[in-house]
């Protein structure tokens, strides 16, 4: 991997004209793509592999198979902000997409935990639940990787998730309100599938 690509830590919203899709590069080896449905929401997303190769000034070879086979090579030119795509499906059918992206980075970003979730909490809750061994205002607590029988990783941070959604067993959390907002908890959410940053 050549130590001029642009992209880690950087996310890019990628307009292929019959499909869009969200690329985020945590580092030179690990590429989480997301598909952009039709009305500009989040749909699956998949966590993949990749092999990165300059080919000449900004322009690089990102390359990866995904889960299903499904085989991708990305020529991404980072000075024209243009990519051609090469997919090869798993029924070995063969597809190629010009498109263009722009960065969306500094607002994709993950959360840290500091400075965007603790901050979501009152002093009043994290005592409450400090009584009963939850404790919201602690990172090493809230982004312990131990998992459960209910969850295979970081469950505490999980339990605490599934209570503020109340989507879960038990009563939703604050008892009796008021909730989270769909933007806190997808703030949260994203703190979670960006590593649990403190
Ligand atoms: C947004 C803030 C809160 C979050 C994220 C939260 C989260 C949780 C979680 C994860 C549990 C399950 C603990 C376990 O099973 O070991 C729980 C239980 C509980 N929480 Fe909270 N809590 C919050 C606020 C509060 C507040 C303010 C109170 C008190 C007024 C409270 C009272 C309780 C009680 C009584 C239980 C045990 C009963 C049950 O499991 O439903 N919580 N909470």
Redesign the pocket.
Known sequence: MDNDFPGIGRTYRVDFIDFRVEMHFASATSLTYTVITQDGAQGASETVTVGIRAITDGIFLVTWQEADKTTVVHVEDYVKKTIVTNITNPDLTFEQHLGTFVETGSTMTAPSFATDIKT???A??????KN???R?DDFNFMSNATGDQTFADHA?GR??????RGDGP??R????GPF?TQPMLDKFQAWMDGGFSP
């Open positions: 979501m909490f009152s009043g809750q994290i005592l409450c639940m009963k061994g939850v919201l505490n339990h605490v998730f599934a209570r503020l038990g009563q959390m604050p008892p009796g989270w």
